[in-house]
């Protein structure tokens, strides 16, 4: 039988009931692209995370309810910021640690795009509506799977997933914060009508890691562009599994 990829997913914590979840969609797209969803709890110990990524082929930093720590990329918190858990913002960046020492694949999905972008030593905008000029919608609300709004895309690797000679499509979007400094080994492929960063690509040849700003677990089965961001995250931890077998055999 074969085995398959296993994809490290983290979690969330609920500061009321304290209890770490996560939404059901991430683990199923990832399962229906014939991956394994591995959920990793949000210990902040780097044994844990160390001992859970060994076995790991790929990353997922899912979305999330709660806001990047504005002090991470060094500035005071704004009135408007969200929610901040640190147990989350501190798994998150021991887990692209482990990613990045592996050399795994990353899929960043909104909140988790920014939490890369700011441990590459990127910042964010920490509330669109009263810091951008003319903002468009970026929380669509209810129905979340509607691709709401347009993004215009460079040619690179997620434009390698829309139809030939096409540089625009349209997305869902469900934040407030965005990405205002890209961060190192980093560049920004995709942008929404008022400049905010929709996609961001590891510049590194030999690196998988790709985030994208809206959400591709709530449309893959209805929309090719999120289908296909999936086919590429899981045929990348499908490359990674083999690698690490026969690099096992060899030994």
Known sequence: MTVRPRVGITMRLELETDRFYLGRDYSEAVEAM??????????????????????????????????????????APHPKLGRVVPEKDVVDRLVLDAAEARNLPVLAICFGMQALNVHRGGSLIQDIGSEVKEPIKHEQGIPRGRNSHSIRVEKGLLSGFLPEKTLECRVNSHHHQALRNIGANLKATAWAPDGIVECIEDTRPERHVLGVQWHPELSWKSDDLSAAIFRWFADRCRETQRAKASSAHQA
């Open 34 to 75: 014939g991956c394994t969803p591995v959920h990793i709890a949000l210990i902040p110990n780097e044994d844990y995370i160390s001992a859970v990524a060994a076995d790991l082929d790929g990353i997922l930093l899912p979305g999330s309810d709660s806001d990047v720590d504005p002090n991470l990329f060094g500035e």
